[in-house]
């Protein structure tokens, strides 16, 4: 909470300098471990409400002790964990009635409300709970990048039977040689034999993978199928093979960029519909 009002005085400070809008912010510090969990994981204990509503007397005391009472006003939100999260193999399910207690909570605080972290995978009626029982901000990040990189092994898969001379899972290939070049960003985080490290670096829900796509190999491998694919109309039975999330009528219209981005749209949609209501 110190370090939060040191943060909040110096945002503040800038935000006055600059005669701009006053920041808004969120507190807490229930937060997951970066990248997600590294193990598979059973079950997940929701904030208690007591632990909850001590976070945010502590964080009052000593924003007014540092003279930002004013600046506590406005205070949005309170970082919290409802019982979601992602391992590297599998994810637990939001369930509504776990965390009763931490949403009768903001029954005391009416101008909070809950962030959740950790909300990628969840279905949208999870979703849609969330937001309802006072968790309107969710937060994701591998759910997104998981669902480009599952796009971009679709494309590399009707590349290899549809173009000739591009090559059998090329990018795929491409992004192993990238990933063992320079294991830094998924060594410590996946475990096991050979194998089980192989379909983790190029499968797992932490999707550590997402720290390479800028790598100037990925790049040229990723540029390199998009090249070979524009223009070129896929058919709806090989988007049905190897992409059947995405409608099919996409492949027809020969843009590989159109497809990417419908991937990671869908997801996006899961959240805009719960934060609508569902």
């Given at each position: 909470?110190?370090r939060a009002a040191r943060l ?54 000593i924003f007014a002790r540092e ?212």
């Open positions: 909470a110190t909040a005085k110096a945002a503040e400070k800038a935000a006055r300098a600059k005669d701009g809008a006053l920041p808004l912010y969120i507190i807490g510090t229930e937060v997951p471990v970066p990248g997600g969990a590294d193990h598979a994981l059973s079950d997940l204990k929701p904030t208690e409400a007591a632990a909850a509503r001590r976070t945010i007397e502590i964080h009052r005391e003279g930002l009472g004013e600046a506590f006003g406005r205070v949005i939100a309170l970082v919290v964990q409802p019982g979601v999260e992602f391992g590297s193999e599998n994810v637990i399910a939001y369930k509504p009635e776990a965390p009763k207690a931490l949403t009768a909570l903001l029954d005391e605080q009416p101008s909070l409300v809950y962030e959740a972290h950790s909300t990628d995978y969840q279905s949208r009626a999870a979703l849609t709970a969330l937001v309802a029982n006072g968790f309107p901000i969710l937060k994701v990040g591998p759910g997104l990048t998981f669902a480009l990189r599952e796009a971009l092994y679709g494309l590399d898969l009707i590349a290899a039977e549809m173009v000739p001379g591009y090559g059998e899972r090329s990018l795929a290939r491409a992004m192993e040689r990238v990933m063992l070049a320079a294991p830094g960003h998924w060594r410590s985080h996946y475990h096991g034999g050979e194998t089980s490290l192989y379909l983790q670096r190029h499968y797992s829900y932490s999707d550590r993978i997402r720290y390479y796509w800028s790598n100037p190999a990925a790049s040229v491998a990723v540029g390199r199928l998009r090249e070979v694919l524009t223009g070129v109309g896929i058919p709806e039975t090989l988007m049905r093979q190897f992409l059947p999330t995405l409608p099919a009528g996409l492949g027809p219209a020969s843009d590989p960029e159109a497809i990417l981005l419908a991937a990671v749209d869908a997801v996006l949609a899961d959240y805009e519909a719960a934060c609508r209501g569902g």
